[in-house]
């Protein structure tokens, strides 16, 4: 009787997830890993990755493994994974904040096997001691790949698209824009700090729209009205992100009919983007981010 009592339980189960299925249009299935422990897991999981009619999580607490069903032109796995993180649950694309783990039930705080451990200083003394010269070498290397910035891509091709438009140049606006796009898909979400990821988490969708906007407008005027929209995440960024030199964080009052338009610059002197030539010095800094 238990065994035709589990066989009715599995069948209504895919029952249910077939019918949940087939209400999602355009539907593109996935299956990603997830962390987690017990059944308060998996309730959690799935309701933040759920949205009706276009996307539905299926999270297994044995194999840690979720079934992602969802209506590719509404939604992406990406998406559905964000909502997932910002409710405690690691995945390998995006990691939870640590204050929204740390509220977890003790029963749900699984092992971050995601997260990067620091280093202790007795650690790394013993290492030391135990390899050779080339040892210490690679050991410097890696440290140094480590600790590149992992955003200092995304800060320097923004800078090459604020110069192009500073120079009314579109042709060059826009394919600086197609690699700020690549910097920003190819940064590495487990390499951010804390305060890092968790700014990312929060604009890198919109970056990525508005820097895909720009790559493909030709006309340099609808260009400067994309590119006013990233001054807000670009500036959030950079205020928890390191930087080798200062970062200036400038304002236009005359663009958008008087409404203004900030910027960022690396340089402290006024270029401005949005008027170029016409009025080139039209601006004030509004704040030096000097985070090293």
Same mark, same amino acid.
């Given at each position: 009787m238990k065994s035709i009592s589990k066989i009715l339980m599995v069948i209504t189960v895919l029952l249910s997830a077939?019918?949940?299925?087939?209400?999602?249009?355009?539907?593109?299935?996935?299956t990603v890993k997830i962390?987690?422990?017990?059944?308060?897991?998996?309730?959690?999981?799935?309701?933040?990755?759920?949205?009706?009619?276009?996307?539905?999580?299926?999270?297994?607490?044995?194999?840690?493994?979720?079934?992602?069903?969802y209506d590719d032109k509404k939604t992406s796995q990406d998406e559905i994974l964000k909502r997932i993180a910002l409710v405690g649950y690691d995945s390998e694309k995006f990691l939870a904040p640590d204050d929204v783990y740390a509220?977890?039930?003790? %029963?749900?705080? /699984? @092992?971050?096997?995601?997260?990067?451990?620091?280093?202790? &200083?007795?650690?790394?003394?013993d290492m030391k001691n135990e390899h050779s010269n080339h040892g210490e070498m690679a050991q410097t290397n890696t440290a140094a790949t480590q600790n590149a910035p992992q955003l200092k891509a995304v800060f320097d091709n923004y800078f090459s698209v604020k110069d192009a438009l500073v120079k009314t140049?579109?042709?060059?606006s826009s394919a600086k824009a197609s690699e700020l796009v690549k910097a920003i898909k190819a940064v590495e979400m487990t390499k951010l700090s804390n305060e890092e990821h968790t700014v990312w988490m929060k604009v890198m969708k919109d970056l990525t729209a508005n820097a895909e906007k720009i790559a493909v407008a030709k006309d340099v005027t609808k260009q400067r009205e994309i590119f006013a929209l990233l001054a807000n995440n670009m500036y959030e960024l950079a205020k928890v992100s390191k930087q080798e030199t200062p970062v200036y964080y400038q304002h %236009?009052?005359? /663009? @958008?009919?008087?409404?203004?338009?900030?910027?960022?610059? &690396?340089?402290?002197?006024?270029?401005?983007p949005y008027y170029g030539s016409k009025m080139l010095t039209c601006g004030s800094v509004q704040e030096t981010i000097n985070n090293k």
């Open positions: 077939v019918n949940s299925f087939a209400q999602i249009k355009n539907a593109k299935t996935e962390y987690g422990n017990c059944e308060m897991c998996k309730t959690t999981i799935e309701k933040a990755g759920n949205v009706k009619n276009v996307a539905t999580v299926e999270w297994n607490k044995d194999t840690k493994m979720a079934i992602l069903n509220k977890l039930s003790g %029963c749900c705080q /699984y @092992n971050r096997e995601l997260k990067p451990v620091a280093k202790t &200083k007795d650690a790394g003394m140049d579109a042709g060059t %236009c009052p005359m /663009y @958008n009919n008087g409404k203004g338009a900030n910027w960022l610059s &690396k340089e402290e002197a006024i270029k401005n």
